[in-house]
């Protein structure tokens, strides 16, 4: 039971961070309109051809996605076993709000509901495990890191140090890396046909 509150609690935490920096990267895009949307170049006409008129293949971008997605996911796992795992582990969380309403804000006022749309094609249908297999990701950080470092903690129903405990751990990790394999796979194979037939409105 208090293992289920905690982890509930934890998800709580996140979705917090997280709103929190989605809502900081709306209010700085419409704080900057001119940085953001007249002088800037992100998401602008050039670099919305420039994707339209790119069809890139699945063999060619698999490997660059997954070195990016699975550096990310060893180096929140290596962090989670410091002492300063928890304020970076929620730091990041905070800075994918950041990026993500950054993104959401200028596609919206730069396209409106054609906007809405490029971003949903842009994050479909890899989202579907990406998000999960993150989620799941900070959930073990933050256990993992709690487990090591806080006296008496009930995160877990394992001896702290041992082996049954890394053997567990290690088999989450294991479990969490596989689906954002396949999240890469289909980011690299099914994404990109997806995402060049919303561009034809654009």
């Not at 304020?87 to 993500?100: F, T």
């Not at 890394?166 to 046909?193: D, F, H, R």
Request: contains cysteine.
């Amino acid at each position: 039971m208090l293992r289920r509150q905690s982890f509930m609690r934890n998800g709580y935490h996140m979705a917090y961070l997280f709103l929190i920096g989605l809502f900081i990267g709306i209010l700085i895009v419409h704080l900057g309109h001119e940085a953001w949307i007249q002088n800037g170049n992100l998401l602008g006409t050039d670099m919305m051809n420039r994707l339209k008129n790119s069809r890139p293949q699945g063999a060619g971008m698999v490997g660059y996605i997954l070195r990016q997605r699975l550096s990310v996911v060893c180096m929140l796992g290596l962090i989670s076993t410091t002492m300063i795992g928890v304020p970076i582990l929620c730091a990041y969380i905070c800075y994918m709000g950041l990026a993500a309403g950054c993104l959401l804000s200028v596609a919206v006022t730069r396209y409106g509901i054609r906007g809405l749309l490029f971003m949903a094609a842009a994050l479909f249908p890899q989202a579907l495990l990406l998000i999960p297999a993150y989620a799941g990701l900070f959930l073990w950080a933050l256990g993992l890191n709690r487990t090591l470092y806080v006296s008496r903690t009930n995160l877990s129903g394992y001896e702290r140090f041992s082996s049954r405990f890394y053997m567990v751990k290690c088999a989450q990790m294991l479990g969490i890396m596989t689906v954002v394999i396949m999240g890469c796979l289909l980011e690299s194979y099914v994404n990109p046909n997806i995402l060049h037939f919303v561009l034809k409105i654009f």
